[in-house]
């Protein structure tokens, strides 16, 4: 792509290259998690509208259908290409599973495992790494990632925000130039999709198509998404820029809004957008309104599927399998609780949750009274009050004399937990782990939910009993809670996050087993 500048005596018109690379990449498929159709169609339609555009070479599409280890190396050799050349733009983009752990957001690719998640994700301040080597001019971010992983519902509403601020270029040791960072979703939320394409990509598309001008900004890209997905409190999309919002995305011309429009037509309900007739009338659309709630109103459940799908959790945990060494070493029980209040640790944190975070959930916090304490002042009558002890107060510097200090007690409203207002026979899930031998703790995981007419949320957390003698012990449960979101129309979303969840909870068991006496059996032979 060419630029041109002002240059020299005479005013000449000097034509410049710019080096615009691009790097996309795409999982659909994954072995331990639930299958993202549309990322494939996502990342085939990004591909094929940069290549559209002319302006993008190369571009780097790989299929993230495959072990982690190649996808890294394809990264590896494509920033390694470029280290050196200082490419005016590159833009990263990226659709799958994400998983933001409180600490680190996370890339997951096709074989992730929890147990070995350094090894089949990409970190967010590894993929930093390598765009510091290239030293871009600008960077561009465009991540679309529903999430999968776990969240922790003791962070602050804000604790994924504070976490991409934190780890925005200019804040590491290397500073990286201006760039901007376009994430689909808030922390708290998940990236919507169909079958056909993820509904930020989509987005991100249509402002290409829809736009007027001759020169579209990244700034043009991210006030279009925010418009469109305001009147949608279920996904907010979240962006940070350091750049001064005149940078160009492409340069647009009548015959690339037409090719971008053929390209998105096959994936969407609506044809392309209505133009305007000479009459100035809107052409009218072809799928009508009544097609367009039905459309939306497959997402939905009724009492009764929710009620079904309650009982299949049920069945599928009694059911699960759990692997070989596991069983070698504990006994496996499933409890349901009617009660989570009762029988649930740390449950007022839940209540707190759903107290702070809009949601559409059938459930509200429950409250208890308590009283505390208070000091405040109240005035003393003149009759108590001496001219000595006038003088004395002010001379020590003491609050102001006609008043005392008083103790008095009041009482106020706190969070105990939640309810579900939608009745279930089952409102909780424990599963313990029995030592067989006397050397191992007990362990046990609590699970509760939490639901709307579209999706449940799981809440689960993992405790580790400390020993009073041979026949009582005490539960020391973990400070967070962890939190998991799944489609309720599909058994096999909620299948994958249940599997996620024991996986976790297999792994918080055998884990420190695994490193006490593996390590000490290898330290034996040496």
């Not at 591909?47 to 302006?55: F, K, P, R």
Request: net charge negative; charged share 25%; proline share 4%.
């Amino acid at each position: 792509m060419l630029k041109g500048s002002l240059s020299g005596p005479h005013w000449a018109y000097v034509m410049e290259e710019i080096m615009k690379i691009a790097c996309l990449v795409g999982v659909s498929k994954y072995k331990n998690l639930n299958e993202l159709r549309a990322c494939g169609n996502d990342i085939a339609l990004m591909n094929s509208v940069l290549e559209a555009t002319d302006q993008y070479d190369p571009i780097l599409c790989i299929d993230g259908n495959q072990e982690s280890s190649k996808v890294k190396q394809q990264l590896v050799n494509f920033f390694n290409q470029y280290k050196g050349q200082n490419p005016d733009q590159v833009l990263f983009y990226y659709t799958g599973h994400g998983d933001f752990d409180g600490k680190e957001f996370s890339y997951l690719l096709s074989d992730y495992e929890d147990s070995r998640k350094n090894q089949t994700t990409i970190k967010n301040t590894e993929l930093d790494d390598w765009i510091r080597l290239i030293n871009p001019g600008l960077t561009v971010k465009i991540i679309d990632a529903c999430h999968a992983g776990v969240q922790y519902i003791k962070d602050t509403d804000d604790a994924f925000n504070k976490y991409l601020n934190s780890t925005t270029p200019t804040k590491l040791p290397k500073a990286i130039n201006s760039f901007y960072y376009m994430f689909s979703s808030l922390r708290e939320q998940y990236s919507y999709q169909d079958d056909r394409l993820s509904d930020f990509t989509k987005c991100v598309v249509e402002s290409i198509s829809d736009f007027t001008g001759t020169e579209m900004r990244f700034k043009d890209v991210i006030d279009y998404v925010s418009d469109s997905f305001k009147p949608n409190p279920k996904q907010t999309p979240y962006f940070i820029t350091q750049a001064t919002s005149t940078e160009v995305f492409i340069a647009i011309n009548p015959s690339l809004i037409e090719r971008i429009r053929g390209l998105l037509s096959p994936y969407c309900l609506m044809p392309a957008p209505s133009e305007k007739a000479e009459t100035g009338h809107s052409i009218t659309q072809s799928v009508s309104l009544l097609d367009l709630v039905k459309a939306d109103s497959e997402k939905y459940c009724s009492k009764d599927e929710v009620l079904e799908a309650l009982k299949h959790c049920q069945t599928y945990l009694t059911e699960k399998k759990y692997k070989s060494d596991t069983y070698d070493l504990y006994d496996i029980e499933i409890a349901s609780l009617p009660s989570s209040e009762s029988e649930v640790p740390r449950i007022e944190n839940i209540g707190k949750w759903l107290s702070e975070n809009k949601n559409d959930y059938f459930a509200e916090p429950t409250y208890r009274q308590e009283n505390y304490s208070e000091e405040i002042q109240v005035p003393v009558k003149l009759g108590d009050y001496s001219h000595m002890d006038f003088a004395y107060s002010l001379a020590a510097g003491w609050k102001t004399p006609g008043y005392e200090t008083k103790t008095v007690t009041r009482s106020r409203y706190v969070v105990k937990g939640f309810q579900l207002t939608q009745e279930t026979d089952l409102s909780a899930f424990r599963i313990t782990a029995i030592p067989k031998f006397l050397n191992l703790n007990w362990h046990d995981c609590h699970i509760t939910f939490v639901f709307s007419k579209i999706e449940i949320r799981f809440f689960y957390i993992f405790s580790t009993f400390r020993e009073q003698n041979w026949d009582e012990r005490n539960r020391q449960p973990e400070e967070s809670w962890r939190t998991l979101v799944a489609s309720l129309k599909s058994n096999t979303t909620v299948d994958d996050a249940l599997r996620q969840i024991i996986e976790t909870f297999e792994n918080y068991i055998m884990e420190p087993i695994r490193n006490k006496y593996l390590l000490q059996s290898k330290s034996c032979e040496q």
